[in-house]
């Protein structure tokens, strides 16, 4: 099974994601991982990504797209995966279908963690608190949704256009959420 988990700040894609790819026995594929990792082992594309990020940019599409392709193609995620954090826009999801073409596959399914935004805003919020990152200000928080809403959101239209989104009601426990995307899976 080869996912795409969506869903605003907050929504618990991560959380999930971890726990799913254990459960269909793939990996969990997060672009701030990979990141991580790359700049950490000071790979090519690593350096490439820390001259940015240290300048305060972007990382452009091409490095990023180039860490997640080198990731794909390792064999942990031949059978499965869940890609967490990527595509972000539009233009990444054309660039990810054209990855897994070269790699003999598709995404089986585009989940989309759907949670009530004050509901967002009250996770975040409580999130800050207890790993006291005073940067998430009820104000940072409510603007990442709305870039969130602004850039990201549309790739749902793509993704839905295409039949593969999955809706999940993420409101509740974690066991909760977990128990409906089990339901909602297919096969």
Do not use: C, W
């Amino acid at each position: 099974m080869r996912l795409l988990i969506m869903g605003p700040p907050g929504a618990g894609k991560g959380t999930q994601a971890v726990a799913l790819a254990k459960r269909i026995g793939g990996a969990h594929i997060s672009t701030g991982d990979i990141f991580r990792a790359n700049v950490q082992q000071q790979t090519e594309l690593g350096k490439a990504a820390q001259r940015y990020m240290d300048a305060g940019e972007y990382v452009p599409d091409e490095v990023t797209n180039a860490m997640v392709k080198e990731r794909l193609a390792e064999d942990d995620a031949g059978s499965a995966f869940i890609l967490d954090g990527y595509p972000r826009t539009v233009d990444q999801v054309a660039k990810l279908d054209s990855i897994l073409g070269e790699l003999g596959t598709q995404l089986d399914g585009v989940l989309e963690l759907v949670v009530d935004p004050e509901e967002l805003i009250q996770r975040l919020l409580k999130r800050a608190e207890t790993s006291g990152r005073t940067d998430d200000g009820e104000a940072v928080i409510r603007h990442r949704q709305e870039v969130y809403t602004a850039e990201t959101a549309p790739l749902l239209e793509v993704y839905g256009s295409r039949g593969v989104v999955i809706k999940v009601d993420g409101m509740g426990g974690v066991d909760e959420i977990t128990r409906r995307i089990d339901d909602a899976l297919p096969g």
